[in-house]
DNA sequence: AAGGTGACTTTTC
DNA sequence: TGAAAAGCCACCT
């Protein structure tokens, strides 16, 4: 029987590719967003992952360019991302931040990105 | 259907 | 080097 295959929307794609990220590792939304096709979209990958509801999707393992959470302030526990992430290893320095060059996952090397186009 | 919003990123001064 | 502003994308009224 065919099963038509809808089109998974974004933040559908994105759940599902951070899904794939190992305990241990993270990733920022522009890589996220990169994997998708669309490198300047880190933005909604972020607002993806705030409509996260599956228990299955780690969503604490996305985090900004910087290595920090960008949670900022949210609801009850601003804390709870570090807290997941310290408990699968990942360390955090003095300043609240995530090393990448260590803990950040890189499943194939992407770095043929398209060519960023100068805005102005 | 158009406009607003936001767990971001990059460029400029 | 650090801070500020603008840009970009997809989803929701």
Redesign the pocket.
Known sequence: MVVRKRRL????AAWELVRTIPPGSVV????V?GWL????????????????RDPDVP??R?I???GE????G?LHRPDL?RRLLEEEGVEFDAHGRVDLARFGWQPKRRQGLHK?R???
């Not at 920022?28 to 890589?31: A, E, F, S, V």
């Open positions: 929307t974004f933040y559908e920022t939304y522009g890589q967003a096709g669309s490198p300047r979209a880190a933005r909604a990958v972020g607002y993806a992952m705030f409509s996260v969503w604490q996305v900004n360019h910087k959470i960008s949670i900022g949210h991302q960023r100068r805005l102005r």
